[in-house]
């Protein structure tokens, strides 16, 4: 089994109404962003969180929702 990834972990232990900013993420296309895209799914699948996501010029902030 994979260990879990510093995004992964981060993103886990936030409580409702926290957020998580990733200041190297300004591109819609880079691989960063297309990897905490992947990461927000599958936590949203196992374990029935919801995150909202807001991409700025600067970085990319990630809200836990529910």
Known sequence: MT????LRTKLEALNKGK???LSAIS???SP?????VYTI???RV???RLFSMKL???AL???RVK
């Open 3 to 6: 260990a879990k990834t510093k």
């Open 19 to 21: 957020s998580v900013r």
């Open 27 to 29: 591109s819609s296309k």
């Open 32 to 36: 960063e962003y297309r990897r905490a």
């Open 41 to 43: 799914g599958n936590i």
């Open 46 to 48: 196992s374990s029935g």
């Open 56 to 58: 700025g010029t600067q």
């Open 61 to 63: 902030t990630i809200t």
